[in-house]
């Protein structure tokens, strides 16, 4: 089913009642350029190309991302689609803009290519943009988009896309605290992915609506006339129902025993601070009667991720069960939105939720991806402040290769192989002959060519490489020729 296409109008709308003070004249040039950028070209679902990137940027704006975000949003895939250039991005709406549009561009270049490599490349391009997470952000919006149009696209394509979705996306969301985004992106995944099983699940929960509907709607009631009747005003009340992807998984964990799942539908209120938290928790008690074990303080005892909320499972009057998580808007934002609630509390003017967990979780994820190399590789990436001095060059398969600043193809070749390395003759740099010593820089395609007859490296190449890995490389390789050479001749004398 295709998703509701939206207009220029609306996202302009959405801006206008959500942002305070936003520059519309800077959504309306960045549409117009997308416009004419992609005119005439066309979705596999039919519709004109300009309905994706105001999906994405539409999404973005709910998200409450800057506004130079959304714009940028609009703009994400002109420069792979058209003859327009980041030189005149850049002229137009300045570096910001264009450096995210850019960080974008480079994080698409990155090709399939078998499940462990490219997962590694994700992760790599991930990290590399976590200095900017906006960039994260705009990804996830267009995946998103992506998803919801799948099913125009052919099978092999279909299964690639939903599984890269739910293996790297939605955990990456989920660690920033995404969880509204994860839950959307798992789902959607999941349906491609495991039609059968997500028909299952499907069923199960629409059984369970039907079934349990009613009765949470006026659990739902009472909550509310109890809560004014006792001095509680202006607390929402919501039933949720659980994802089906979330459910899939915790039905696996209990041996698709439906009965242990407690929280498949549950009632969700949002105070005011975290004293009615409290207030709102003992008043439920003493209506109804907690079940043992499922009295969960999340809220003077945070979830690792920083999740927050007050849970309890009840017996009611008819002797059903029913799921109360508490909260405040505050909590709320942050357990939906995550790291994105930061940002827009900060648009909007409020302060921002301070949650050290996203600045830890991503020098965490930094951490993991450096304990995968090699030791002298792992001191180099401590030495030079994370990322920041690195450059992101492509092998022609698509594979990406980070180097530092100032790397040149025998630093890329090193990278490769040793033995491509070693083997080493010249290098083609997008696509054209280049000196050994060339400086490569972000986003070059880079093809070495190797003389299989080659001996040993250049002990020359030792001047201008920059990686202690290529270094150590060409120190080994010269040494052991020297020492076969000096064998040599004492095995003469
Ligand atoms: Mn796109």
């Known amino acids: 089913m295709p998703d509701s296409n939206k207009t220029i109008d609306e996202l302009t709308r959405l801006i206008t009642n959500t942002y305070s003070n936003p520059d519309l004249e800077l959504i309306s040039r960045a549409y117009s350029l997308a416009a004419a950028s992609h005119n005439g070209k066309m979705r596999l679902t039919g519709d004109p190309y300009i309905v994706h990137p105001l999906a994405v940027a539409y999404k973005l704006a709910e998200m409450g991302a800057h506004i130079n975000v959304v714009a940028a949003g609009l703009l994400h895939d002109v420069i792979e689609d058209s003859e327009v250039t980041l030189e005149e991005v850049q002229e137009q709406f300045g570096d910001d803009i264009a450096g995210l549009v850019d960080s974008v561009t480079k994080l698409k270049k990155v090709k399939y290519q078998g499940a462990d490599r490219y997962v590694e490349n994700m992760r790599k391009m991930f990290l590399a943009m976590a200095s900017d997470v906006r960039v994260v952000f705009i990804k996830f919006a267009d ?16 299964e690639r896309i939903a599984k890269e979705s739910l293996e790297i996306y939605a955990p990456i969301a989920g660690r920033l605290g995404m969880n509204e985004l994860k ?48 001095e509680v005003v202006g607390a929402q009340v919501h039933g949720r129902v659980k994802r089906l992807y979330s459910l899939y998984k915790k039905l696996g964990k209990y041996e698709n025993d439906l009965s242990k799942v407690y929280d498949l539908i549950a009632v969700r209120v949002v105070v005011k601070d975290v004293e009615e938290c409290y207030i709102v928790f003992g008043m439920l008690h003493q209506k109804w009667t907690p079940i043992p074990g499922r009295v969960k303080d999340y809220l003077s005892q945070p979830k690792p991720n920083g999740y927050q909320s007050l849970h309890t499972t009840v017996f009611t009057d008819d002797g059903e069960t029913v799921e109360f998580q ?3 808007q505050e909590m709320h934002d942050l357990a939906e939105f995550g790291v994105a609630a930061h940002w827009r509390y900060k648009e909007a003017g409020m302060s921002p939720i301070k949650n050290l967990y996203w600045m830890e979780e991503l020098a965490k994820i930094q951490k993991e991806l450096s304990d995968k190399k090699d030791f002298m590789e792992q001191l180099e990436v401590m030495k030079i402040d994370v990322f920041k001095d690195r450059i ?17 193809p025998v630093d890329f070749a090193y990278a490769i192989h040793t033995e491509v390395g070693n083997k080493c003759t010249s290098a083609r740099v997008n696509g054209l002959m280049r000196n050994l010593d060339t400086e490569l820089r972000s986003n070059d395609v880079v093809e070495i060519v190797t003389d299989k007859n080659r001996k040993s490296p250049n002990a020359d190449w ?3 490489v920059k990686t202690h890995h290529a270094r150590s490389k060409i120190k080994d390789a010269t040494r052991s020729t020297m020492k076969g050479w000096l064998s040599s001749m004492m095995g003469r004398n």
């Open 392 to 408: 992101f060059v492509f092998t022609p398969g698509g594979d990406v290769i980070d180097l530092p600043e100032g790397a040149t």
């Open 326 to 328: 508490i909260r405040t």
């Open 143 to 158: 995946r998103l988009h992506n998803l919801k149009t799948l099913y125009a696209q052919p099978q092999n394509k279909r």
């Open 462 to 464: 030792l001047k201008f």
């Open 183 to 230: 839950g959307e992106l798992e789902d959607l995944s999941f349906e491609h992915l495991y039609p059968r099983e997500y028909e299952r699940i499907h069923d199960i929960i629409t059984t369970k609506i039907r079934e349990k509907g009613a009765y949470v709607s006026r659990i739902i009631d009472q909550t509310e006339k109890y809560l004014v009747e006792h």
